[in-house]
C-alpha cells in the first residue's frame, strides 16, 4: 500500500511541485486510485466497501469542482452585470499613476472622475472605462445619481 502512493506520488511529482490554490484534482485522485489497485497484494486484495466509499470521494470531489465552476461563472456575471449597469454615469475613482510608489512603499494613486462609456473584462475582472483610463469596481468612490 504504501509502495503505491510513493508510486502515485512521484507520479504526480513530474509535473512539478503544486502551486498555491491547486489540490489533488480529480485526475490525482483518479490517478492515485488506479496506482493503489495495481499495487494492492493479490493475496488480501481491497474490500469492495474500500473502493465504493472511494468512488462515493470521487464523486463528491468532481460535484465540488462542477459547482465551483459554476459559482465562477455566476460571479463573473453579477460583475459585469453591475459593472455594465454603470454605463452612462458619473463616477469618481482612483486608479494607479504608475509603477512608481511613495514613501510608504505604496503605488501611486490619482483621483479621476467622469462619465463610464463601456466596460472591458481585463484580467478576470471588469473595468469601467472612464476617458483613456480604466477603473476596478473596487477603486469606485463614489456614484452620482
Known amino acids: 500500500m504504501v509502495s503505491a502512493v510513493q508510486s502515485a506520488s512521484s507520479a504526480s511529482s513530474q509535473k512539478g511541485p503544486l502551486k498555491i490554490g491547486e489540490g489533488l484534482g480529480k485526475n490525482s485522485f483518479l490517478q492515485l486510485l488506479v496506482t493503489q489497485m495495481k499495487y494492492q497484494d493479490p493475496l ?3 474490500k469492495d466497501t474500500e473502493f465504493i466509499a472511494q468512488l462515493a470521494q470521487f464523486n463528491a470531489l468532481e460535484q465540488m ?6 459559482f465562477q461563472k455566476m460571479l463573473k456575471w453579477s460583475q459585469l452585470t453591475q459593472a455594465s449597469s454603470l454605463i452612462g454615469k458619473q463616477i469618481d475613482g482612483v486608479v494607479s499613476a504608475g509603477v512608481d510608489t511613495d514613501k510608504d512603499g505604496k503605488p501611486d494613486t490619482s483621483n479621476i472622475s467622469g462619465v463610464v462609456g463601456e466596460v472591458r473584462y481585463v ?5 469601467l472605462v472612464v476617458g483613456k483610463n480604466e477603473i476596478r469596481l473596487s477603486d469606485i468612490t463614489r456614484i452620482y445619481a
Not at 65 to 70: A, F, I, M, P
Open 65 to 70: 469542482q462542477n459547482l465551483n465552476d459554476s
Open 44 to 46: 488480501e486484495p481491497a
Open 123 to 127: 484580467e478576470g475582472e471588469p473595468r
